[in-house]
């Protein structure tokens, strides 16, 4: 006794145009990629630090930023990630970005010196004296024997100054140390 089944056929123009259109698929994985293990990512991200390290030394800003963006992609939670990113634009001019890498960088590690330090000399790039001295404040409290603090205060005070007193004129002065 032989099985008979009976299913209806789509028209011939339709199976034509779906045959076309499974060339353009893309293929079907056998199995998904295997996800990292954390050790496997927490290395696969220092290897694109220190890369993005290399490459920012070079002055090759553009791939320094696209490598430490492929290491935040895998952890986002590194402040000093953040933290290079904001001195690279800080370099390319690009103050508010600068802030904005530095204060993630500042929210992710609340002790870490160096990110209020990079915190303020961004705000100063964008001529906000009274925010660059609260944090570079900050930094000392944190380290007080920081060296580039203890030298860049004293100038950021005279400029916080002079910006209360002609806010004006002093914005078109500062400079990023």
């Known amino acids: 006794m032989s099985l008979i089944s009976f ?15 499974s060339a353009f698929a ?3 994985p ?5 996800a990292l ?3 496997q990512t927490l290395s696969e991200s220092d290897r694109l630090q220190n890369e993005g390290n290399s490459a920012a030394d070079a002055e090759k800003y553009s791939t320094a930023l696209q490598l430490w963006n492929q290491a935040i992609s895998l952890t986002p939670f590194r402040a000093q990630l953040h933290e290079q990113k904001a001195q ?4 390319l001019g690009r103050c508010w970005d600068a802030v904005q890498c530095a204060t993630r960088a500042t929210e992710l590690d609340v002790t870490w010196a160096d990110a209020f330090l990079t915190l303020g000399r961004s705000q100063l790039g964008l001529g906000e004296p009274e925010l660059a001295l609260k944090s570079m404040e900050t930094a000392l409290q944190l380290q007080p024997e920081l060296e580039e603090a203890q030298n860049e205060i004293a ?4 400029l916080t100054l002079q910006h209360k007193q002609h806010p004006d004129a002093t914005t078109k002065r500062i400079k990023v140390v």
């Open 37 to 39: 293990s954390e050790a």
């Open 30 to 34: 056998d199995e998904p990629a295997p």
């Open 88 to 91: 690279v634009f800080l370099q």
């Open 155 to 158: 100038e950021v005070r005279m």
């Open 7 to 21: 299913g209806l056929k789509a028209p011939r123009s339709k199976r034509k145009v779906a045959s076309t259109l």
């Open 26 to 28: 893309e293929p079907e």
